[in-house]
């Protein structure tokens, strides 16, 4: 069993930067964050993996960046140019058991989940 803890978020103007961070109780070989507007779908958007390898969704490509800790067991999220789009609840996600190398892991391939974070970008 995987505990995570996330931090970071908050509120923000368009324009700013906010740091996400996630901590797992132990090592785990492949972490990532996720969103969730209310009453939409999750949506993935960026992933670290044990072996230095980092993916993102297409779209975020620029703005957000993604670094796994392996010695501290941390995944962050740093988000910059952050729009009112941008807001939701942000959640950690841990050991899809595969380097994100070869693509961006959909939720289900991962097993642990954190209780999530809320950003929220006014303009």
């Known amino acids: 069993q995987i505990q995570l803890v996330e931090s970071g978020g908050g509120s923000v103007q368009a324009g700013g930067s906010l740091r996400l961070s996630c901590t797992a109780s132990k090592s785990t070989r492949c972490m990532g964050w996720f969103r969730q507007i209310q009453g939409q779908k999750r949506e993935s958007l960026a992933a670290g993996s044990y072996d230095g390898s980092a993916a993102y969704q297409v779209y975020l490509t620029g703005r957000f960046k993604v670094l796994k800790d392996n010695e501290a067991n941390t995944l962050s999220l740093q988000m910059n140019d952050l729009q009112p789009e941008d807001s939701a609840m942000y959640f950690c996600?841990?050991?899809?058991?595969?380097?994100?190398?070869?693509?961006?892991?959909?939720?289900?391939?991962?097993?642990?989940w954190g209780q999530g974070t809320q950003v929220t970008v006014s303009s």
């Open positions: 996600a841990a050991d899809c058991g595969r380097t994100v190398r070869v693509g961006l892991p959909f939720d289900y391939e991962f097993q642990y």
